[in-house]
T-cell receptor
């Protein structure tokens, strides 16, 4: 089983719908992240969490919210999806010694 | 603020030829440096990392990278490219372990036969 699991892997939705992307990890890491990938733009940070009670906005947090339900779970929500939120979303955890990020397989979201 | 620049958007290399992908960063101190690879339709896999010690680091799949402080660079190299190396490559920077990484916009590598 993957260390970082994202669900759903693919989702098509309509403008205005609420969407939740879920992430769970078995790495035992405290720090978790949500990134968004768009062609030609690389990965951009949406939100990050250093522990259950510590949640921080990233570079592009507008239109998104997150919930850290437990050390192992970190969810990303789009309260009212819009077409320019169509993207590939990655959840990641980080190693406190090396700084390496461990990524999930990604969730591809299409907003029509 | 930290930033990462990958000057080449797309590179085509013949199979068996050598490869160098460029990465420049902006940060006052020595950062944590990473190269990730993303094959088509796949997630991101770590190729190699640097945070201290020998400035020439070896990674998986025959890749290596060299940290050059004077040039603020961390270029990725491979002596002989294989068709399976065709993918998108991302350079990333962190200011310390456990912080969010800042990614470059990526370089797409195509391999011709």
């Amino acid at each position: 089983d993957a260390d970082v699991t994202q669900t759903p892997r693919n989702r098509i939705t309509k403008t205005g719908k609420r969407i939740m992307l879920e992430c769970s990890q078995t790495k035992g890491h405290d720090r978790m992240y949500w990134y968004r990938q768009d062609p030609g733009l690389g990965l951009r940070l949406i939100y990050y969490s250093f522990d259950v009670k510590d949640i921080n906005k990233g570079e592009i947090s507008d239109g998104y919210s997150v919930s850290r339900q437990a050390q192992a779970k970190f969810s990303l929500s789009l309260e009212s999806a819009i077409p320019n939120q169509t993207a590939l979303y990655f959840c990641a955890t980080s190693d406190l010694v090396t700084g390496e990020l461990f990524f999930g397989e990604g969730s591809r979201l299409t907003v029509l | 603020a930290q930033s990462v620049t990958q000057p080449d958007i797309h590179i085509t290399v013949s199979e068996g030829a050598s490869l160098e992908l460029r990465c420049n960063y902006s940060y006052g101190a020595t950062p944590y440096l990473f190269w990730y690879v993303q094959s088509p339709g796949q997630g991101l896999q770590l190729l190699l990392k640097y945070f201290s010690g020998d400035t020439l680091v070896q990674g998986i799949k025959g890749f290596e990278a060299e940290f050059k402080r004077s040039q603020s660079s961390f270029n990725l190299r491979k002596p002989s490219v294989h068709w399976s190396d065709a993918a998108e490559y991302f350079c990333a920077v962190g200011v310390q372990a456990g912080t969010a990484l800042i990614f470059g916009k990526g370089t797409t590598l195509s391999v011709s036969s």
